[in-house]
Protein backbone atom coordinates (compact mmCIF):
# COMPACT_ATOMS: atom_id res chain seq x y z
CA UNK A 1 0.00 0.00 0.00
CA UNK A 2 1.37 3.37 -1.06
CA UNK A 3 1.62 5.66 1.89
CA UNK A 4 3.17 9.53 2.58
CA UNK A 5 3.01 10.56 6.05
CA UNK A 6 4.27 14.55 6.02
CA UNK A 7 6.17 16.01 9.13
CA UNK A 8 7.88 18.62 10.27
CA UNK A 9 5.10 21.76 10.39
CA UNK A 10 5.05 24.46 12.79
CA UNK A 11 4.92 27.93 14.12
CA UNK A 12 7.35 30.29 12.70
CA UNK A 13 8.20 33.92 12.68
CA UNK A 14 7.99 36.00 9.61
CA UNK A 15 11.73 35.41 8.42
CA UNK A 16 12.31 32.31 9.48
CA UNK A 17 13.06 28.58 8.55
CA UNK A 18 11.75 25.05 8.55
CA UNK A 19 12.09 21.72 6.92
CA UNK A 20 9.07 19.46 6.15
CA UNK A 21 9.75 16.08 5.84
CA UNK A 22 7.63 13.25 3.52
CA UNK A 23 7.82 9.90 4.67
CA UNK A 24 7.33 7.45 1.85
CA UNK A 25 6.60 3.59 2.15
CA UNK A 26 4.84 0.87 -0.10
CA UNK A 27 6.65 2.19 -3.87
CA UNK A 28 10.37 2.64 -5.16
CA UNK A 29 10.40 6.07 -4.65
CA UNK A 30 13.07 6.76 -7.28
CA UNK A 31 9.97 5.58 -9.62
CA UNK A 32 7.57 8.51 -8.94
CA UNK A 33 7.46 12.32 -9.54
CA UNK A 34 7.11 14.07 -5.87
CA UNK A 35 5.42 16.92 -5.50
CA UNK A 36 4.37 19.42 -2.16
CA UNK A 37 1.08 21.41 -2.64
CA UNK A 38 -0.05 23.94 -0.24
CA UNK A 39 -3.68 24.54 0.85
CA UNK A 40 -4.55 27.93 2.70
CA UNK A 41 -7.94 28.33 4.32
CA UNK A 42 -10.82 29.44 1.00
CA UNK A 43 -8.25 28.83 -1.35
CA UNK A 44 -7.60 26.06 -3.89
CA UNK A 45 -4.75 23.69 -3.30
CA UNK A 46 -1.60 25.11 -5.25
CA UNK A 47 1.74 23.79 -6.50
CA UNK A 48 4.32 24.88 -4.61
CA UNK A 49 7.65 22.39 -5.20
CA UNK A 50 7.93 19.07 -7.56
CA UNK A 51 10.63 17.12 -8.58
CA UNK A 52 10.18 14.71 -11.68
CA UNK A 53 11.40 11.04 -11.31
CA UNK A 54 14.22 10.52 -13.60
CA UNK A 55 15.73 13.63 -14.63
CA UNK A 56 14.61 15.01 -11.52
CA UNK A 57 13.64 18.28 -13.30
CA UNK A 58 11.87 20.52 -10.68
CA UNK A 59 9.40 23.40 -10.66
CA UNK A 60 9.20 25.70 -8.07
CA UNK A 61 6.24 27.99 -8.03
CA UNK A 62 6.82 31.91 -8.70
CA UNK A 63 6.32 32.78 -5.04
CA UNK A 64 8.22 30.45 -3.40
CA UNK A 65 11.42 30.12 -5.89
CA UNK A 66 14.48 31.43 -4.51
CA UNK A 67 13.35 30.72 -0.68
CA UNK A 68 12.03 27.10 -1.02
CA UNK A 69 14.03 23.82 -2.24
CA UNK A 70 12.25 20.43 -3.07
CA UNK A 71 14.71 17.30 -2.63
CA UNK A 72 14.68 13.73 -2.08
CA UNK A 73 16.59 10.93 -0.44
CA UNK A 74 15.43 7.80 -2.53
CA UNK A 75 17.60 5.24 -0.38
CA UNK A 76 15.50 6.89 2.91
CA UNK A 77 12.46 7.29 0.49
CA UNK A 78 11.93 10.81 2.01
CA UNK A 79 10.86 13.63 0.53
CA UNK A 80 12.37 17.13 1.67
CA UNK A 81 10.66 21.03 1.56
CA UNK A 82 13.44 23.08 3.03
CA UNK A 83 11.56 26.85 3.10
CA UNK A 84 13.81 29.47 4.09
CA UNK A 85 12.51 33.61 4.91
CA UNK A 86 9.01 32.14 5.58
CA UNK A 87 6.41 34.71 4.68
CA UNK A 88 2.42 34.77 6.16
CA UNK A 89 0.98 33.99 3.34
CA UNK A 90 3.07 30.78 3.19
CA UNK A 91 0.86 30.16 6.13
CA UNK A 92 -1.22 26.80 4.83
CA UNK A 93 -1.60 23.11 5.43
CA UNK A 94 1.23 21.36 3.11
CA UNK A 95 0.82 18.38 1.49
CA UNK A 96 3.29 15.61 -0.35
CA UNK A 97 2.25 13.66 -3.08
CA UNK A 98 3.82 11.24 -5.79
CA UNK A 99 2.88 10.27 -9.10
CA UNK A 100 3.83 7.18 -11.16
CA UNK A 101 4.13 9.30 -14.22
CA UNK A 102 6.98 11.60 -15.78
CA UNK A 103 4.74 14.70 -15.36
CA UNK A 104 5.64 17.29 -18.10
CA UNK A 105 5.80 20.77 -17.25
CA UNK A 106 2.28 22.04 -18.00
CA UNK A 107 1.19 18.81 -15.51
CA UNK A 108 3.68 18.90 -12.91
CA UNK A 109 1.93 21.58 -10.65
CA UNK A 110 -1.43 20.19 -10.38
CA UNK A 111 -2.98 18.32 -7.76
CA UNK A 112 -4.81 15.89 -9.92
CA UNK A 113 -2.24 14.61 -11.79
CA UNK A 114 -1.06 13.24 -8.57
CA UNK A 115 -2.33 9.93 -7.27
CA UNK A 116 -0.85 9.56 -4.17
CA UNK A 117 -1.52 12.01 -1.33
CA UNK A 118 -0.42 12.25 2.72
CA UNK A 119 -2.07 14.11 4.99
CA UNK A 120 -1.04 17.31 5.34
CA UNK A 121 1.36 19.43 8.26
CA UNK A 122 -0.05 22.94 8.96
CA UNK A 123 2.67 25.69 8.69
CA UNK A 124 1.94 28.98 10.49
CA UNK A 125 3.76 32.12 9.97
CA UNK A 126 3.29 34.72 11.91
CA UNK A 127 5.24 37.34 14.72
Known amino acids: EVQLQASGGGLVQPGGSLRLSCAASGFTLADYTIGWFRQAPGKEREGVSSMRRGDRNTFYAASVRGRFTISRDNAQNLIYLQMNNLKPEDTAVYYC????????????????????WGRGTQVTVSS
Open 97 to 116: AASPRGLIASEIRRPANYEH
